[in-house]
């Protein structure tokens, strides 16, 4: 997948890779830790989609001001996001979301 920077201001920390509207929007972003993967869990309804992974196991870690840092039983990190990628109304008809 062709790798793409970020705008000027943060070049030197993200890129992402296009990928198709019916796979993950991959974003890469430059640490100064172990590196780890790290998931973004697009949604248009933060608190429903909190509220469906709380009944699946996954715990808040953290709640910010616009995403909430949720952990899984496994203890991996994730965040519930807004929407981040451009063509997220049309992934929404592309994929098949279940509960």
Known sequence: M???R???DWK???SSLETPVSQPNLLIQKVE???HIHLDIE???IEAEVNRLLKLGASVHEKME???VMEAPTGHRFCVVQPQR???ELAIDVNEWKD
Do not use: A, G, I, L
């Open 43 to 45: 949604t248009d309804n």
């Open 33 to 35: 830790h172990q590196s």
């Open 86 to 88: 451009s063509d997220f």
């Open 66 to 68: 616009r995403w909430v």
């Open 2 to 4: 062709p790798c793409v």
């Open 6 to 8: 970020s705008d000027e």
């Open 12 to 14: 030197d920390k993200y």
